[in-house]
């Protein structure tokens, strides 16, 4: 990339309000450092791709993989000397119903 493309790319500002935003939606408790810390990390971030999507690369051909290698299958074939019966799969469980695993609800509706 030369220069000029480098100083035609504008700078991207976050506002604190922005940062404590974020921080609320993931539940995340910070201090006044952090909320600066945070707002500098993410302006870095945010010009970083800023300047990756400047760069040319029409010329440029896609890279799906590096390694060479080949995603090999297997025959997807029921061996049934590793299967456990229904009641062996639960036996050691704590709470069981109808033939299912019970566990606590994690998913609440509020």
Known sequence: ???????????????????????????????????EELRLAFEQTLNTIAELQSVDISNIEPTHQVTGFENILREDKVNQENMFSQKEALKNAKETHAGYFVVPRVLTHE
Not at 2 to 20: E, Y
Request: hydrophobic share 40%.
């Open 1 to 35: 990339m030369n220069n000029n493309s480098k100083k035609n790319i504008s700078s991207q500002k976050i506002s604190t309000a922005q940062i404590i935003h974020i921080a609320n939606l993931a539940a995340i408790p910070i201090t006044k450092v952090e909320e």
